[in-house]
């Protein structure tokens, strides 16, 4: 199994910025990956960004490309999130996620991934 815990949500003004962290532990895969996902009261949860852990391949949701980096630290088996230009409809309950094996974002989109954080909480107030 693969443990994952998110930190670094919370309330922050609109213009401003996060950065979200996820440690992971447990089983690893030699080609997995590595997601963020949220999901805003009263809405399904939605697709946000994903890195392929070897060599870095990231995708993004269209509503936060140019905003949002995704990144991952190996040696400390650490996966970020950071959020720049917040905006109140980024509100949300932000999850980590991970996959035994990088299947694109169009598949993330649709599907999501295999392995879920709890999640942790961003309010981006206006």
């Known amino acids: 199994q693969v443990q994952l815990v998110e930190s670094g949500g919370g309330l922050v003004q609109a213009g401003g910025s996060l950065r979200l962290s996820c440690a992971t532990s447990g089983r690893t895969f030699s080609s997995y990956a590595m997601g963020w996902f949220r999901q805003a009261p009263g809405k399904e949860r939605e697709f946000v960004a994903a890195?392929?852990?070897?060599?870095?391949?990231?995708g993004y949701a269209d509503s936060v490309k140019g905003r949002f980096t995704i990144s991952r630290d190996a040696a400390k088996n650490t996966v970020y999130l950071q959020m720049n230009s917040l905006k109140p409809e980024d509100t949300a309950v932000y999850y980590c996620?991970?996959?035994?094996?990088?299947?694109?974002?169009?598949?993330?989109?649709?599907?999501?991934?295999?392995?879920w954080g709890k999640g942790t909480l961003v309010t981006v107030s206006s």
């Open positions: 890195i392929r852990w070897s060599g870095g391949t990231t």
């Open positions: 996620a991970a996959d035994s094996l990088y299947k694109g974002t169009s598949y993330y989109r649709q599907y999501g991934m295999d392995y």
